[in-house]
């Protein structure tokens, strides 16, 4: 059964770099059939796509986050990373990683996910 | 500010059927087939239930169905049981400005 698990610092300070990975078990993150993607969701509220990324390194990301986001993929270790430059309070949330089905455009399946706190 | 527009509740009793609407324009909902739906109870990951509009994944109750009609995209639970009782979200494919992908703010739904 695939298996999701994000990980990072709980606590990233403001201005600094959000740094997550996602390790993926009991599949293949070299398919060609899916894509790697990140979601959030800030405290009480809903859900934010913020991009994907294909083994190869080809990427998506949300228009309104591109300029603070590099993502990458690597294979040898299975597992993908986001990294959000300058971040404020507004990027406090649980962060989700997920299998991108990207011919049907959906997400399915998901990591437990990661509470990051952006605090000084 | 999103760009998909769900109502914040539905509420019913057991059995009863609900549908949660998910509204967007020509340039997500209405512009392809690639609507998906996602449950999720409190704490928890979201959970695909349905994708491309009206398919269902593997294990996913038949008692959720998906819908289109124009700009509005709909979410029909039958029967409704006590454990459906969770946070509804829509999804769309986007071609705005660049292509990605839309959430909605999410639909509570109460079993009352």
């Known amino acids: 059964q695939l298996q999701l698990q994000a990980s990072g610092p709980g606590l990233v300070r403001p201005s600094e770099t959000l740094s997550l990975t996602c390790f993926v078990s009991?599949?293949?993150?070299?398919?060609?059939?899916?894509?790697w993607g990140w979601i959030r969701q800030p405290p009480g509220m809903g859900l934010e796509w913020i991009g994907s990324?294909?083994?190869?390194?080809?990427?998506y990301q949300n228009p309104s986050l591109k300029s603070r986001i590099s993502m990458s993929v690597d294979t040898s270790k299975s597992h993908f990373s986001l990294k959000l430059s300058s971040v404020t309070a507004a990027d406090t949330g649980v962060y989700y990683c997920a299998r991108h089905r990207m011919v049907e455009a959906s997400f399915d399946f998901w990591g437990l996910g990661t509470l990051v706190s952006v605090s000084s | 500010q999103s760009a998909l527009t769900q109502p914040a509740s539905v509420s019913g009793s057991p059995g009863q059927s609900i549908t949660i609407s998910c509204t967007g324009s020509?340039?997500?909902?209405?512009?392809?087939?690639?609507v998906s739906w996602y449950q999720q109870h409190p704490g928890k990951a979201p959970k695909l239930l349905i994708y491309e509009v009206n398919n269902r994944p593997s294990g996913v109750s038949t008692r959720f169905s998906g819908s289109k009609s124009a700009n509005t995209a709909s979410l029909t639970i039958s029967g409704l049981q006590a454990e459906d009782e969770a946070d509804y979200y829509c999804?769309?494919?986007?071609?705005?400005?660049?292509?990605?992908?839309?959430f909605g703010p999410g639909t509570k739904v109460t079993v009352l």
């Open positions: 009991g599949g293949s993150i070299s398919s060609g059939t899916y894509y």
């Open positions: 990324v294909f083994y190869s390194g080809d990427s």
């Open positions: 020509s340039s997500d909902v209405g512009a392809y087939d690639y």
């Open positions: 999804s769309s494919y986007t071609i705005r400005t660049t292509l990605h992908y839309v």
